[in-house]
């Protein structure tokens, strides 16, 4: 079956700090979704990319849909406390498969 | 505002009493999903209704049981809850046949079983 593979698994940075992660999959679909999850909460939706080579923009966070459309990234720029969480990778058509998260701590 | 919305939030059951959990949603979505989500670990899809249409997963164990009796509402059956059944357990609704997969999480009902 279909296999994401999420990296970093766990991130500890100090604020302000840039952040990158990154997603490779298995398999080629036509989108690429970023959920961040709070604890205690359900994962929600950060960005959603539909075509190779997009890159979108929501706030500091900004998302692209490799060329080869296997693969993504998720970039924050200048972490806040309140980015803090766990950042999924999510593809698939119907329904989704999700990457292994990015742990993201944050030292003030 | 539009939204999915799980009751309740924790539930606690004893080892094989059967528990049902709920979930509800206002976006008129024409798919519910059901994920398990075990501690620091990606949501697992169980099962999900694409409309009236059951799609379970096909490592779902035969434990969990799923209904949806309109378009608005979608409940999770577990028969017998083990002590492994413990987990954050995801509700999420999806408007396929838009050219968009996008899930809409509610908040989850974490379970625990004494």
């Known amino acids: 079956g279909q296999q994401l593979n999420q990296s970093p698994q766990s991130m500890f940075i100090q604020e302000g700090e840039d952040v990158s992660m990154n997603c490779t999959s298995s398999?080629?679909?036509?989108?690429w979704l970023w959920y961040k999850q709070d604890p205690g909460e359900g994962p929600v939706l950060l960005i959603a990319?539909?075509?190779?080579?997009e890159l979108t923009s929501n706030g500091r966070l900004t998302a692209q849909f490799g060329i080869t459309r296997k693969d993504s990234f998720l970039n924050i720029s200048a972490s806040i406390p309140s980015d803090v969480g766990i950042y999924f990778c999510?593809?698939?058509?119907?329904?989704?498969?999700f990457g292994q998260g990015t742990r993201l701590t944050i030292n003030p | 505002d539009a939204m999915v919305i799980q009751n309740p939030r924790y539930q606690v059951t004893q080892f094989g009493k059967p528990v049902t959990l709920s979930c509800s949603q206002t976006?008129?979505?024409?798919?519910m999903y059901w994920y398990q989500q075990k501690s620091s670990q990606a949501p697992k899809l169980l099962f999900h209704?694409?409309?009236?249409?059951?799609?379970n997963e096909a490592d779902t164990p035969d434990n969990f049981q799923s209904r949806r009796p309109n378009t608005s509402f979608c409940f999770l059956d577990i028969r017998s809850p083990g002590l492994g059944d413990a987990a954050m357990y995801l509700c999420?609704?999806?408007?396929?046949?838009?050219?968009?997969?996008?899930?809409?999480f509610g908040s989850g009902t974490q379970l625990s079983v004494l």
């Open positions: 999510a593809q698939g058509a119907q329904k989704l498969v």
């Open positions: 999420a609704t999806s408007r396929v046949g838009t050219g968009s997969e996008k899930l809409f």
């Open positions: 398999s080629i679909f036509n989108t």
């Open positions: 209704y694409y409309d009236k249409d059951f799609n």
């Open positions: 990319l539909y075509k190779a080579g």
């Open positions: 976006l008129n979505h024409n798919v």
